[in-house]
């Protein structure tokens, strides 16, 4: 798929003072500590990545393998990708808009969330750079798809998450024979740990220092959209943040899609959403400031988006200022009535992150940084039958009647002649 052996991808650049870094297991510039970024030739993938060469290409996020930072062909998450962009009419009504969109990553394959992009480009690369041990420091989704992946390549894999994380997360890592290592303390810690092993083991972390490669995977969800959408720019794209990275990706991604021609360049607006409960990045938003203030005790149902100390925080802030965008953050309550709203309405049974972007959406429409009547794109990042007991005992019991007609009849059919339109 990567025609005629070119690589565009060319080199890691700091964020802050654009010096280049060679393309390896790097994700900090040495002078000022900005985070590296890939960069790449975009004169010559204007001319490769075109909507007709697309045509032919598999519907996996490899179709903009151009734009990835892997110099071969993809070896690890071939398959990724390209999930549902759901036309949401019957949540669009009941929330008061004219037109929104699903992005539906809770089926994302093979782990059913957003996470196994960022995967398959950091494995993919950590194969190129001849990693034979791989890692992560998660709040549970990327361990689930580090393990998978990893194990489908044959690579070895350790993944380090908070102790206290739901069961569905940890079992849908351990199942794939990974080494699941639960850490007493929160996300940070792990997170800190796992850097001072990066050092000492040399294992590629995926989140650390393979960051910037698996960072770019989440531009692959901006690209969807906008080719799902019939190469159109959605006018709000709303985005629940746990390091901010997929936010400020997704705004890559529009950009780039523009510069390369793939798509007409028309405002755009993107928008945050956290949970109350660890909402760092939301609260300096709403204080008018970048400087951020960690979250040493995250105390939230939404634990894949518990993360104190954001990595890519203040460039969120920075991006939803910058197009015009506002961030809100909502309640454990209101994140279970976001979850029952979106699968009431849609059929889509969504981990607690996407009950906080469903939520958080409601929140901004209603208070007006939302107009009714332009278009709105939201993201919705994992699978509800991760974290079942989060919504455990909130939806109500089944009926437990014997297999007799009769019983039926008094407990169930006397409530249908009382609905008149549902009997027979
Ligand atoms: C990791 C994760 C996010 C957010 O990721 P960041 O890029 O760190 O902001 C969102 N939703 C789900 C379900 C996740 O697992
Ligand atoms: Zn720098």
């Not at 970024?37 to 909507?51: G, N």
């Not at 390369?260 to 400031?289: D, Y």
């Not at 518990?306 to 969120?316: E, N, R, V, W």
């Amino acid at each position: 798929m990567k025609p005629n052996g070119k690589t565009y991808f060319k080199n890691l650049k700091c964020r802050e003072c654009n010096r280049l870094y060679p393309k390896e297991a790097l994700h900090v510039c040495e002078f000022d500590f900005g985070p590296l970024e890939a960069a790449y030739d975009y004169e010559a993938i204007r001319k490769d990545l075109t909507h007709s060469a697309l045509e032919s290409r598999p519907y996996s996020m490899w179709r903009y393998r151009e734009l990835l930072p892997i110099d071969g062909e993809p070896t690890v998450g071939t398959q990724v990708g390209f999930t549902p962009l759901v036309r949401a009419d019957r949540l669009a009504e009941r929330l008061g808009v004219r037109e929104l969109w699903v992005k539906n990553d809770s089926v994302n394959y093979p782990t059913l969330s957003f996470k196994d992009r960022v995967v398959s480009v950091a494995l993919s690369r950590a194969r190129e750079l001849g990693f034979e041990v791989v890692a992560c420091a998660s709040t549970g989704n990327l361990a689930n798809s580090v393990a998978a992946n990893a194990a489908a390549a044959g690579l070895t894999s350790y993944v380090l998450i908070p102790c206290d994380l739901e069961q569905g997360k940890v079992l849908a890592s351990l199942v794939y024979g990974t080494q699941v290592i639960g850490i007493k303390g929160a996300y940070d810690l792990v997170n800190r740990l796992c850097s001072e092993i990066a050092g000492k083991y040399g294992w590629g972390f995926v989140n650390v220092n393979l960051r910037p490669y698996y960072a770019e995977g989440s531009k692959t969800l901006g690209f969807e959209i906008l080719e799902q959408l019939g190469w159109r720019i959605p006018q709000h794209t709303v985005v629940c943040m746990a390091s901010g990275s997929l936010l400020t990706k997704i705004h890559k991604a529009y950009k780039e899609a523009s510069l390369i021609g793939l798509v007409k360049e028309t405002p755009f607006v993107i928008h945050g959403a956290q949970a109350t409960g660890c909402a760092p990045i939301s609260s300096a938003f709403k204080r008018g400031t970048d400087i951020i203030k960690p979250v040493s005790q995250p105390n939230t149902i939404a634990k894949s988006l518990a993360i104190g100390t954001p990595a890519d925080g203040y460039y969120a802030i920075h991006t939803m200022r910058n197009t015009g965008g506002s961030c809100e953050d909502c309640s454990d309550d209101e994140i279970i009535e976001g979850i029952q709203l979106l699968a009431e309405c849609e059929g889509i049974f969504s981990e607690t992150a996407g009950g906080v972007t469903v939520a958080c959406t409601k929140k901004l429409i209603e208070n007006g940084s939302i107009p009714r009547d332009e278009s709105i794109a939201i993201c919705i990042t994992g699978n509800g039958l991760k974290t079942q007991e989060a919504i455990l005992g909130k939806c109500g019991e089944p009926r437990i009647i014997s297999p007799s007609l009769r019983e039926f009849d008094d407990r169930i059919g006397r409530e249908l002649q009382r609905t008149p339109h549902l009997s027979t």
